[in-house]
């Protein structure tokens, strides 16, 4: 039985990594937020610590260390996008392999910082890349593979899930702690795409606003017309009234379905982080460099290569 930290206890996904936590068979230890609404511990773990300073969490964590059976050897990382890379470099420092949500960090300097410190502590930081193990990408991805060396699929991806008002004034709606849509609710696709289509070739965003953003991914094996929003006029009409989300995947003319078969996506990360085989910090550099360079990047002119949905919002 491994001993668990967990830091940002209060999220949407923590409650994911509890379970995952605990249906492998292991201890959450001890768990951190600022925020206190945390009572989904109590029917997961009740008898975890809990802290809502990081001070106290800290000083508590090498308190554990004196002893073997209670020393931690992992802390999960739940906490918003900006601080990842603050609480990776913590966990490793206290002696401890890190699992952390996407994205790790917003740029391949950071990633390298990382790096930096594992080889310092001798520990190691795995990502939740959970769209690899889902059964429906595994399926397209054998698909592709078989597929003549020579052929590109056609993609076009569309993800648009709406927020109310409450998201500007949280932490997602502020570029400098989300660093923007892109990167929040577009890495897991790009990692994906990547996962499936090979290496990428060429990155071009056409559009950029704190609600949307749209550009044009070229892969080994794709050519991927991309289109993410959070402002729910973007939905389609077929939809408005009656979804609040529009997810769209076209691969050369069908339609990737994979709504269901995330339930246990948590848990099966941290079956293979705990076998020895999860995704490190070379696995999550390409998704990294991936938004790095759409957050950053000049807009280029929208042509043919635009999404569908930015001719409209051009037009």
């Known amino acids: 039985m491994k001993n668990f930290a967990l830091i940002g206890a209060a ?62 050897d992992y802390v999960a990382i739940c906490s918003p996008n900006y601080l990842h890379h603050p ?70 991806l569309t993800y648009i899930t709406s927020r109310g008002k409450w998201f500007a004034e949280s932490w997602k709606g502020d570029p400098r702690k989300s660093f923007g849509i892109a990167t929040n609710i577009g890495v897991h696709f790009y990692d994906m795409l990547h996962f499936i289509f090979g290496s990428l070739q060429k990155n071009v965003t056409h559009y950029r606003a704190d609600a949307k953003a749209a550009g044009y991914l070229e892969y080994e094996r794709a050519r991927v017309r991309w289109f993410l929003s959070i402002d729910a006029n973007d939905l389609p009409d077929k939809v408005k009234g009656k979804s609040s989300t529009y997810r769209n995947i076209d691969i050369s003319g069908e339609q990737l379905e994979f709504s269901e ?51 409209r919002l051009l037009a």
């Open 11 to 72: 999220g949407y996904i923590a409650p994911r990594h509890m379970r995952a936590i605990k249906d492998t068979g292991n201890r959450l230890s001890v768990a951190y937020d600022i925020n206190d609404s945390v009572g989904i511990i109590d029917s997961i773990s009740p008898d975890s610590e809990f802290f809502t300073e990081f001070e106290r969490f800290q000083e508590f964590a090498h308190h554990l260390k004196r002893k073997p059976q209670t020393a931690l």
């Open 87 to 156: 609480h990776i470099a913590a966990g490793l420092r206290l002696g401890c392999d890190v699992v952390c949500e996407k994205p790790l960090v917003p740029s391949p300097e950071l990633l390298d910082e990382l790096a930096r410190v594992e080889k310092e502590t001798g520990k190691r930081v795995f990502n939740i890349l959970q769209l690899r193990h889902h059964a429906a990408i595994l399926k397209l991805r054998d698909k592709v593979a078989a597929a003549p060396e020579d052929r590109k699929f056609d993609v076009e």
């Open 261 to 311: 078969g995330f339930t246990d996506l948590h848990t099966t990360s941290y079956q293979e982080i705990l076998a020895g085989r999860g995704y490190g910090l070379d696995d999550a550099r390409h998704c990294i460099e991936t938004v790095n360079v759409i957050r950053t990047a000049k807009l280029a002119a929208a042509g043919d290569d635009a999404h569908p949905c930015v001719r």
